[in-house]
């Protein structure tokens, strides 16, 4: 079956545009978890989606930071006028449904963000 | 306040032998859930094994094990006869139900390079 997919898989942008990355979760995965791992770090949450609704948005680091997801499934993250911190790994994970502490995460390959 | 510490940033095992990757973690919840994921070179994030908070047993999977000890608040990874395809990175990762966040929190991370 058919992993998490993101795409593009490799994005440089100039600094002051903006981006859209794409991520598409297992099929039948309610839950959607956007992440950023910058060089050599860990990963940091930004936005957790259950179908249409983001009930957790406390990661995203500022305002030029969107997402939203349609249908249940595809999601789009939006980085509004880009900024050279913003260069990083866009790590998408997607999960069945369910609170209960054993929910693991399963990972697309990320997009790789350069920002110039 | 960091709730995974992983404090070994590189370690090094020969091709055979057992290497154990430490994690500690800081929480109030008594329901929780904890993970570890390898990070090969290639970037995917790839789940290993799962340990739930009330699990009376150390996860097993494979050659993978988790040495729980919940009095310690540790949940160190054990990888038997290592295999020079585990060279990657190792992060561990808790989730919390309290809280109802449902994101997961994720550790620095360890580098492991496995030797011929």
């Known amino acids: 079956g058919a992993g998490v997919s993101q795409s593009p898989s490799n994005k440089v942008t100039e600094k002051g545009k903006d981006v859209e990355l794409r991520c598409d979760p297992i099929s039948g995965h309610t839950a959607l978890y956007w992440y950023r791992q910058s060089l050599g770090q860990g990963l940091e949450f930004l936005i957790y989606f259950q179908g249409n609704s983001a009930p957790d948005k406390s990661g995203l680091p500022s305002d030029r930071f969107s997402a939203e997801r349609t249908g249940g499934s595809v999601s789009t993250l939006t980085i509004q006028r880009t900024q050279q911190e913003d260069s990083a790994v866009y790590l998408c994970?997607?999960?069945?449904?369910?609170?209960?502490?054993?929910?693991?995460?399963?990972f697309g390959p990320g997009t790789r963000l350069t920002v110039t | 306040a960091q709730k995974i510490t992983q404090t070994q940033p590189g370690m090094f095992v020969q091709e055979k032998e057992a290497v154990t990757l430490d994690c500690t973690y800081d929480t109030s919840d008594q329901s929780y859930g904890l993970f570890w994921y390898k990070q090969p070179s290639s970037g995917e994030m790839i789940f290993l094994i799962y340990?739930?908070?009330?699990?009376?047993q150390n996860a097993t999977e494979g050659r993978y094990s988790l040495n729980f000890q919940k009095a310690r608040k540790s949940a160190n990874l054990v990888i038997s006869a290592s295999q020079l395809g585990d060279s990657a990175m190792y992060f561990c990762a808790m989730r919390e139900v309290t809280t109802g966040r449902r994101a997961l929190t994720f550790g620095s991370g360890t580098r492991l390079q496995v030797q011929p």
């Open positions: 340990q739930g908070s009330y699990d009376e």
């Open positions: 994970a997607s999960s069945g449904e369910g609170p209960g502490p054993r929910r693991e995460q399963y």
